[in-house]
């Protein structure tokens, strides 16, 4: 894919994700938030700022943690 059509895909993916009701997350392979969709702060109060850069495992509940762990592979 050519750098124009993934810049289009990702600016489509991103309108789609900002005026969603449903918080969509992106993390990295290592499991650190990359990036949050606005609608976070309506659903859970924090903005995408408070999250970036935050390890998911980290907002899990204790006894949700290994199976966190079990979906970054």
Do not use: K
Not at 2 to 9: L, Y
Not at 32 to 41: D, G, H, K
Not at 42 to 63: C, N, Q, Y
Request: proline content about 4%; overall charge negative.
């Amino acid at each position: 894919m050519g750098r124009t059509a993934e810049n289009h895909s990702w600016q489509a993916y991103r309108s789609i994700a900002d005026d969603t009701a449903t918080a969509t997350i992106e993390t990295d392979l290592e499991g650190v938030i990359r990036w949050v969709s606005p609608s976070v702060t309506s659903l859970l109060g924090w903005t995408p700022d408070d999250l970036r850069g935050t390890h998911l495992a980290s907002l899990a509940h204790p006894l949700d943690c290994e199976r966190v762990a079990d979906l970054q592979g």
